[in-house]
Each structure stands twice: as structure tokens, then as C-alpha cells.
């Protein structure tokens, strides 16, 4: 054979002609099959996705419908501090913003049918306080009628924050369980009368649970100006006498962690030996009378009461370490 008919004879090798590599037997079934599943798993996604997108404007819609009818509500704190609540109950009556501080040198006492109780403290001397029903007559009827009980006697001020305020009235603090101190109420509570009475040194208000109308025998006596107070406790009175034994009682020394009980209780007592109604000026009210609806006294309750769980009655403040109890 001639070179020309060996050239001839010789198959094509070149990529156009290399034949197509096999599968094994059945390979374009099985091919077809994984598209098919690949499409269905595709589809799912697909789904999912389209599920998902309306899912969220369904939710968006909500909000933009709902939102303005949320009840948000800003109004500023106890402490001053802007402060927002939240409720969509429409049977909640949603705290409103406080009136402003008065300006106490504009502020005339009214001392007209005022009252006068004395506070002796034993080892300290006494103080005496002038009492307004014209500001709080519910507030001031409960206690007068304690005081003449003799609800207060052998009480001690078991709440001691120097640069604040002095706090006492519970009956608690004649037994030997510190830790209970602060926790102590009549057994009833009087609703709330605040007025624009500011809480300047020397005033006397009842102090409560941190909550509205939760006052019932504890009172404090302001040591200095601390008008962030406003219109969160009720004023009754003010000191017309011995205030020097509100500063004397105010720097004795006190648990300030708490280790013996509740925080800012003096590590000795500070005990009251009797309030007592003295008499009543330019008005013909009887001293300790109750005003109209006025609960009555009952035995000191200790414990806790369905309007607080944990039963401490309180003063607040701005200073970090004024907290309840």
C-alpha cells in the first residue's frame, strides 16, 4: 500500500469526529430524574419565599394600622425623667405628666383651721408640727385619730437619710424583728390628696407604697428642699418647732446596706414616745375628729397588703439610695 492509501485508511482522530463518552446503562433516566428534583426543591424555595414576603407586609400592614392607637404615652417620672408607657388596655388610666414645682417663696400655708400635734422623741426632744385639713382632710383626720389612739407611741423613725428626710409611723417597729420595719400599716389605706403644698425643710407627708392611693400611717418629715416630691405624696403639715431634733435624728448613725434589716435603719432606736393632738387654731373641727368617710384606726397590720406583695411602704427620691422599705 502506497503512502496515499495509508493516509486514507487511517480513521480521523480530531475533536470533531471523537466519539461521545457513554454513561452506563440507563444514564439519561437518571439524568432527567435529578433535573426533576432539582425543579421541585427550586419550587419549595420559591414558595417559601413568597410565603415569607407576605407574611411580613401582612405584619407591617398590622403595625400601620394598629400603632396609633397603641396608648404610648410620654410623661415624665417621679424622679424628673422622661419616662414612656405602654398599655393597650383601654380600662388603664395612663399616668399623665406632673404639674410644675411651685415657687415655695409664692406659696402661703394655709393656716387657717390648721391643727397642732407634738412629736416627743425620746432623748431628742419634741417637735412640733402644724396640720392643714384645708390641704389633705382625709389624710389629716387618720392622723389625728392614730395619733390619739396612741397608735404611734413606742414607734420608731426607722427610714434615716441624712440631706433628705426622717420616716416613721409604723407599728412594726415596737416588736423585736428589725427586718419587718417599714413593712407595718393600719390595715387600711387613705386615697392620695396631693396638692401644690412644696416639699420644702420642715415639711410632713404621708409616705406609701409607690403606688396611688396606698398611704395609711407612715409619714416623713422632709429634711431639706426635695420638691421632685411634688405631687406624689401627700402633704399634711409642717414643722413649726424642733427642728433641730429633725437634724439631730437625721445624723444618727444608720444601717446603710441593710445588713440588720432595712436599708437606712438607725443602729439605735430612735423611738417616739407619743404624738398627741394638741388643739386646733381659728376653727371649731375637734382635734382627731375623722372628716366624712374617713376610715377609722384598726390594729397596726403587719405584713403585706393585696395592693403591694411586698408590703414595704415607702418614700422615693432622686438619691440612689432612697429605695422602699
Known amino acids: 500500500m502506497n503512502d496515499t492509501a495509508r493516509l486514507r485508511a487511517r480513521p480521523a482522530t480530531g475533536p470533531a469526529t471523537r466519539p461521545m463518552a457513554r454513561g452506563p446503562a440507563g444514564g439519561p433516566a437518571q439524568l432527567r430524574s435529578a433535573l426533576e428534583r432539582v425543579s421541585a426543591a427550586d419550587a419549595a424555595a420559591g414558595v417559601q419565599q413568597t410565603l415569607g414576603a407576605l407574611i411580613g407586609a401582612v405584619a407591617l400592614a398590622g403595625l400601620l394600622v394598629f400603632a396609633p392607637g397603641c396608648g404610648v404615652e410620654s410623661h415624665r417620672d417621679q424622679k424628673g425623667r422622661d419616662s414612656v408607657f405602654q398599655d393597650q388596655r383601654s380600662d388603664i388610666v395612663r399616668p399623665t405628666r406632673k404639674p410644675e414645682p ?3 417663696s409664692s406659696w402661703t400655708w394655709p393656716r387657717e383651721g390648721a391643727h397642732r400635734a407634738r412629736i416627743e422623741v425620746e432623748g431628742h426632744g419634741a417637735i412640733e408640727i402644724e396640720l392643714y385639713p384645708a390641704l389633705a382632710p382625709r389624710n389629716v383626720a387618720n392622723f389625728e385619730k392614730l395619733a390619739s389612739a396612741g397608735y404611734y407611741d413606742g414607734t420608731t423613725f426607722h427610714r434615716v437619710i441624712e440631706g433628705f428626710m426622717v420616716q416613721g409611723g409604723d407599728a412594726n417597729t415596737r416588736d423585736a424583728n ?3 420595719d417599714g413593712r407595718g400599716d393600719p390595715g387600711y ?3 392620695d390628696e396631693f396638692s401644690d403644698a412644696p416639699h420644702v425643710r420642715g ?4 409616705a406609701n407604697r409607690s403606688a396611688s392611693d396606698t398611704g395609711g ?3 416623713f418629715i422632709v429634711q431639706r428642699d426635695h420638691q421632685e416630691l411634688d405631687h406624689s405624696y401627700t402633704v399634711i403639715g409642717r414643722v413649726v418647732g424642733g427642728l433641730d431634733v429633725v437634724d439631730a435624728i437625721a445624723a444618727v448613725e444608720t444601717d446603710r446596706s441593710g445588713r ?9 432606736d430612735v423611738v417616739v414616745s407619743r404624738i398627741r393632738v394638741e388643739g386646733t387654731a381659728g376653727s371649731a373641727a375637734t382635734p382627731g375628729a375623722a372628716a366624712a368617710g374617713a376610715p377609722g384606726p384598726s390594729a397596726a397590720h403587719a405584713g403585706s397588703t393585696a395592693a403591694d406583695p411586698t408590703g414595704a411602704e415607702s418614700t422615693r427620691t432622686a438619691t440612689a439610695r432612697a429605695g422602699t422599705g
Open 260 to 268: 440588720w434589716g432595712p436599708r437606712d435603719r438607725p443602729t439605735r
Open 102 to 104: 411651685v415657687d415655695p
Open 189 to 191: 389605706s387613705v386615697p
Open 217 to 219: 400611717s407612715q409619714f
Open 203 to 206: 415639711v410632713v407627708s404621708m
Open 178 to 180: 428589725p427586718r419587718n
